[in-house]
């Protein structure tokens, strides 16, 4: 279990080939998994449930573009020529994709995987909290796979279960709440309720562990700005989503008892409903990209071998984006009733909240500007999420505008920004990420040329979805319809058949892993010539990632390690800069 | 392994040589908080129109005041767990405020309609 | 090999570990968890996780005071009026038990601090009394409630469904009288306040109205056999006019939402106390000497039982008092069958003293937060002017 922070050439590329076990093979058995405390394994559980989720919303997804690929009923009307088949899909496909895919993925798989080895650390703060989190994902997950089969089974043989989901991701009251409401409010709340502890317990250990298991050397300031963005997504994750849990509750509360606070029938406010559920959800939206800009400083600053432009800024701008995030949160409410007080406080505080957004596009940008940019592929992802976000941020300002937002409310428009946003911008990042700790993870290398022709189809599907939904929303197509005027047919199409390049893409990256871990070359300890702590252990780490804890020095510091073409990877040169101490000699 | 051990800016060893809380200063509380209990109740009886309100939540916070200072040793502590409750605090403020503050302007659209209306659309 | 066993069986944190072992490197503190280079980082790491988890604890009852202040705001009668139906020197008894629960928890604290065994564990078992005693006054306040029919959600008899329910089946239910004033508006408001007295309905009933035999009276527009003190009491307590018919028929129809914000709020603080009453009870058996452990840990469940069979007699349900009594009796037995074979064979300390007390520091904090959440619930609900 040797690390690389022994300076001495012979030394170091033994260590690209540990002969001792790793935190993969040191222990084997289906139990060895089920019960480590192992944050890496922890991760790796994650990635498989992740993966599962993003593999049923995508499902649903699918099923809905094809629904949509003519104006009349397709496939998914029943008997009485409702849609409630659809109203299900896109419901699920909704609370899938964030419950269970966009708000873990990363933070739960690669946060996981990267963060205690990033710190020097032998795991998290908390182990035990954290595979109790890995469960509750689980548990949550489960009821959400009970909502979906039920429904299946009740639309199958007409059976009356509990099941089925058609209130919109955003269990909006009286939707949640109304009597003709067949649909399983109360599994899926429990559900998103659970799958919000596991988030909290997250929140908690990444929080902790950056605070107390920092390495020598390593201030607030030479953290890597992968963890700044985790810090501040645990921010949010402690602060906003306990208010999602006691907004569940109370739906449960309601629907089963009949509290009536949300409810107009009883008495009730169901704009407070709305309240309760953004003040969560708008943040939540921060909990899902700023991860995925915490991957893209590192990307960038690595594949570009120059040392990231504005490092303050950017880590500011991470923790500025949190907080701000809890003041925009009805700019989701500018027409249910909202006073328009309010909805003119919120509408500029919007506005606000694009500035540290923009002070990271503007960084990334510069820190490329004159790099030696090398075209792998998670430098791929990351270009293609710089800008897909510009997009997605852009049209977010259109949105927040007011007298923008009224007209193109709840309509195709809206549908294209959070897409750009969440798929396009979230979802690139996550596979850059992947691809980038992925020789870590796992010890192998993939093909990178499948890898980056996947990558480019994965692009086009994405854009030939949604960019064309901007036009439909903008001509008046309203979301969450099954059936639409003649006059949407191509827009529509169009769409669709983007749908399935972009499922084709997905699968095609999938393959491209699977291949990896199967007939993959070794990966050596750095393959890409980065300079945070997880790089200066093997690939795949050992079981306690460090012997001793390293002493760490600036991340982005690049100039000490120099490509071998013998290992294939990078190696250091054992030089130290003077603020860096080597230790054991 | 022992080198590396006294190091983290934020980890000290304040857990090994921990403030103890004197007999005195517990009762002492304990008493400051039977009294404002009291007197909590007791200021009901009296009609201040809205202060009364007011009144009960400053006394609230009083008291919350000194079980969080003495009983949960944040006077001791390190100043960081303050925060956490004092931000803590404030985005539940924050959420309140808002939320009243706009439920305050469009209740009158909620109100003197049919309930069954006031769904939204 | 042995680096796995030493993982799963070392203690992730103070809160959720056991004495951990070192294994094959030199950990020289048994209590410091292998990843965690000294005991102070594992202290300070055990805090700090405990703050940032009662920060989220205040937000999520934060959103309940959220949804209390903005009725509160909009509807200040509602409250003005309902409130009267809660006992204050319940809910003050209830405060003093929690203050003073706190008061030697604090002081648990102190003890374990100076290695005080035998004060630490009394001043434990108090503490968790206390968390018997506020449930046990709560369970007081929720019964005698739930059977004058203000109970939580449609079994309470402000809510909409409780009047449409109990018309149908049984037609002389005690119902509220709000539907009343939806055909003539005040036409029944000569109602005495007092309650009680029967008043025929029927003449400002609607047609679908007269089904109700039952006379529809009273401030709550209830007949009030059962409800006779407490409509003394609220109008007594409120020494001025405040009735039901003087609210709004809007505000009317807002009444049972007191009561719900009220049962949420107390029943989610209650299941904190029972919470805490479990981490308490974990610490009693660390602190308890390792020879009288095994007799200790069936206590709490008997204890629990007999909390049913008081429960089972408050509420008056057989079925619960006797599962109390099995309970009770079964762990009641065996812990001390445990006392006779196992009391007094070891003559060691508990786990806690002057090196090792970041469990009982970290559920204290815990259980401070659940008493200073009480502290604001006290006053919104019970003492409102």
Known sequence: ?585 | MSQSSEHHDTAGHEGFHPHVVSPRVLLTVFGILLVLTMLTVAVTKIDLGKLNVWIALIIAVAKAGVVGLYFMHLRYDRPFHGIILVVSLMFVALFIGIALMDSDAYQPNLQGKPAASEAMP | MSQTSDISTSPSNPLHGDAGHGGDHHVHDPHVAHHFDSMGQQVDAGKLGMWVFLATEILMFGGLFCAYAVYRGNHPEVFAYAHHYLDTSLGALNTVILIASSLTMAWAVRCSQLGKQRALLICLVLTLLGGFGFLCVKTIEYNHKAHTGKWIGSANMYHPKYVADKRDEKGKLKAPQEKNEANDAKGSGEAPVGGGVTTPAASTDGPDRSAIAAPAAGPAGVSASILDEDHAKAAHAAGHTMTYEDLPKAEQERVHIFFQIYYLMTGLHSFHVILGMFLIFWLVVRAAKPGDRKWIVPLFPAAMGLFLVYVGIVTHSTGVMISGVVIAGLLGLYALWRVRGGAGESDQAGDFGPTYFAPVDIVGLYWHLVDLIWIFLFPLLYLIH
Request: charged share 10%; proline share 6%.
């Open chain 1, 1 to 585: 279990m040797t690390t690389l922070t022994t300076p001495q050439p012979d030394l170091l590329r033994a260590a690209h080939y540990p002969s001792t076990g790793n935190y993969l093979t040191h222990r084997k058995g289906p139990l060895s998994w089920l019960i480590t405390l192992d944050h890496k394994r922890i991760g790796i559980m994650y990635m498989i449930g992740v993966c599962f989720a993003l593999f049923l919303g995508g499902l649903f997804a699918l099923l809905l573009r094809t629904e949509l690929i003519n104006p009349t009923p397709t496939f998914m009307s029943d008997a009485n020529a409702s849609f409630n088949f659809y109203n299900h899909m896109f419901t699920l496909h909704g609370a899938v994709m964030v419950f269970m895919f966009i708000i873990p993925a990363v933070p739960a798989i690669l946060g996981n995987f990267a963060l205690p080895i990033m710190l020097g650390a032998k795991d998290v703060a908390f182990p035990r909290l954290n595979l109790l989190s890995f469960y509750l994902y689980a548990l949550g997950g489960l009821f959400f796979v009970w909502v979906l089969l039920a429904g299946v089974l009740n639309a199958a043989f007409d059976w009356s279960l509990a099941g089925g989901l058609d209130t919109g991701w955003t269990f909006y009251t009286p939707f949640s709440t109304g009597e003709s409401t067949k649909s399983a409010v109360i599994p899926a709340t429990m559900g998103a309720f659970i799958l919000g502890f596991s988030s909290i317990l997250t929140g908690v250990n990444f929080v902790v562990s950056i605070h107390t298991l920092r390495p020598k050397g390593m201030t607030w300031f030479r953290m890597p700005l992968f963890l700044w963005a985790l810090y501040g997504t645990s921010i949010i994750q402690i602060l906003a989503t306990p208010v999602l849990g006691i907004t569940l509750l109370l739906l449960i509360a309601e629907r089963s008892l009949g509290v009536g606070i949300f409810d107009p029938a009883l008495g009730g406010d169901p704009v407070l409903y709305q309240h309760f559920f953004w003040f969560y959800s708008h943040p939540a939206v921060y909990i899902m990209i700023l991860p995925a800009m915490g991957i893209m400083s590192e990307l960038i600053s690595v594949f570009s071998r120059k040392h990231i432009f504005g490092y303050k800024f950017i880590a500011n701008s991470s923790i500025a984006i949190a907080l701000l995030g809890f003041l925009v949160w009805g700019h989701h409410m500018f027409v249910s009733g909202q006073s328009s007080l309010a909805s003119a406080a919120f509408s500029l505080l919007t506005f606000a909240v694009a500035i540290p957004s923009a002070i990271k596009v503007f960084n990334w940008l510069a820190t490329m500007y004159k790099g030696n940019i090398q075209l792998k592929t998670p430098m791929i992802y990351a270009m293609f999420f710089v800008l897909l976000f510009t997009v997605g941020g852009l049209t977010g300002l259109f949105l927040g505008a007011l007298a923008v937002n009224v007209p193109v409310h709840d309509t195709y428009f809206v549908v294209a920004h959070f897409h750009y946003v969440m798929v396009g911008s979230m979802m690139m990042a996550f596979l850059g990420g992947m691809y980038y700790w992925w020789p870590k993870m796992f010890g192998r290398m993939y093909s990178e040329k499948w890898s980056i022709i996947s990558s480019i189809v994965v692009f086009i599907g994405f854009n030939m979805t949604f960019f064309i939904q901007f036009i439909a929303g903008t001509q008046g197509m309203p979301r969450r319809y099954a059936s639409y005027p003649d006059n949407y047919t191509t827009y529509h199409q169009v769409s669709t058949v983007g749908a399935y390049v972009l499922g084709v893409g997905m699968f095609m990256v999938l393959g491209n892993w699977i291949h990896s871990l199967r007939k993959g070359r070794r990966a050596p300890a750095n393959p890409w010539g980065a300079n945070t702590l997880e790089w200066h252990c093997s690939s795949p780490p050992p079981l306690e990632n460090f012997a001793r804890t390293p002493v760490a020095d600036d991340p982005y510091n690049f100039k000490h390690w120099h490509w071998d073409e013998t290992i294939g990877g990078y190696i250091h040169d054992g030089k130290i800069d003077p603020p860096r101490k080597g230790s054991g000699h």
